[in-house]
């Protein structure tokens, strides 16, 4: 299998309807009265609240909790500059179609939402899947993303297929999905798998270089840039989750199928409202399939 061809995600799952924009988030319903019967006092008053609402609605600068890196989503050039798909998204979101500023706060991965929550930032944007679990803490965007649980191992070992991974060692992220899948494959295995987690996955792909786990469950997007980069490093192929859908099922074993959303607080939801117009503006005049074809085939 060309190793190139590893990323199969997103604009074909997502096509269909999964950014249908939703109606209202406007300025609110107060008003005021006016004395006399001076209309330009009126009307500059109503002025005056509608914005004040409206900022309230939409933050002048968005912050925006990220678990920082995580290429292709978010990371850092050579250079210091912050890149990546959420980042061009959210430029995209935020300063074209929103007309305000954005920024980017690093956060550790299994404690975003509690930060989210202590008001350290207005929105989470790290590639997180939407789940039951987390939608008890937050609320959702619209799905921007669709993505897979996958495993990589050493081109140069005996794992060659699922089973192959019982009483081994696999490498996580703390506080992600693919902890979760790594968790479920280890009860399939009756308790057969070592599960080691880290902090960030640059630990996890660190861990299987140096043979200190036989292989990574992790985001299918984010493992084949560690792959694309790493020619002894292979996904592990077949049939899983994806086979089981309606659509292509990538050409390697997916262990789940997942969305991606934003996070906001559960009391946000007109400024949610606003993000959900905006992503679907974006899906419908072109911009997202241009950010989408920069960091991903297929």
């Known amino acids: ?32 009265e006016a004395d006399g019967d001076s209309d330009s006092g009126s009307d500059s008053t109503e002025t005056a609240t509608e914005a004040a609402t409206t900022e309230s609605i939409v933050p002048s600068n968005v912050v925006i909790g990220s678990d920082i890196p995580y290429r292709p989503f978010e990371y850092e050039t050579t250079s210091g500059e912050l890149t990546g798909f959420d980042v061009d998204i959210a430029e995209a979101v935020f300063e074209e179609q929103l007309g305000v500023s954005y920024e980017f706060k690093s956060t550790s991965f299994d404690s975003i939402i509690p930060s989210l929550n202590n008001n350290n930032f207005r929105i989470i944007m790290s590639a997180m899947t939407i789940n039951d679990e987390r939608a008890e803490q937050v609320d959702f965007s619209d799905p921007y993303f669709t993505a897979y649980q996958t495993v990589i191992v050493r081109d140069d070992g005996e794992i060659t297929s699922k089973e192959d991974l019982r009483g081994r060692a696999v490498g996580v992220q703390k506080g992600t999905t693919g902890a979760g899948a790594a968790e479920e494959l280890q009860e399939e295995f009756d308790g057969e798998l070592d599960i080691k987690s880290y902090d960030q996955i640059p630990g996890a792909f660190q861990a299987l270089n140096n043979g200190q786990v036989d292989a990574v469950i992790n985001d299918n997007t984010v493992n084949a840039e560690f792959a694309n980069d790493n020619d002894d490093v292979v996904f592990l192929e077949g049939e899983g989750a994806a086979a089981e859908g309606d659509g292509d099922a990538p050409p390697y074993l997916t262990l789940t199928v997942e969305n991606y959303g934003i996070a906001f607080r559960q009391d946000d939801d007109e400024f949610r409202e606003r993000v959900n117009e905006a992503l679907a503006a974006i899906r419908e005049d072109g911009t997202y399939d241009e950010i989408y074809s920069e960091y991903f085939s297929g």
């Open 1 to 32: 299998m060309d190793r190139r061809t590893y990323v199969k995600t997103g604009a074909g799952v997502l096509a269909g309807g999964l950014f249908a924009g939703c109606t209202g988030g406007g300025s609110g319903d107060q008003s005021t």
